[in-house]
């Protein structure tokens, strides 16, 4: 794995942390809902990228 893959990881690993988090803390209101899809947009976001630099190396 070169660093950057790491570094993306990392991320994707910190925003599923800080999504259960959330919704942990902010069960059954708004903030806690938005709170959630924000960080799962840029965890997809995060995924699509991974994708596509894997895709390059290759």
């Known amino acids: ?3 950057q893959t790491m570094v993306i990881t990392r991320w ?3 925003t599923a942390l800080v999504v ?3 919704l942990m803390l902010f069960q059954n209101s708004l ?3 938005i709170f959630a899809a ?3 947009v840029f965890a997809v976001l995060t ?4 994708v596509r630099l894997r895709s390059m190396d290759d």
């Not at 995924?47 to 991974?50: D, N, R, S």
Request: net charge positive.
């Open 47 to 50: 995924v699509v990228q991974l």
């Open 12 to 14: 994707l690993r910190l």
């Open 38 to 40: 924000v960080a799962a």
């Open 20 to 22: 259960f988090a959330a």
């Open 1 to 3: 794995m070169d660093k």
């Open 31 to 33: 903030i806690g809902w």
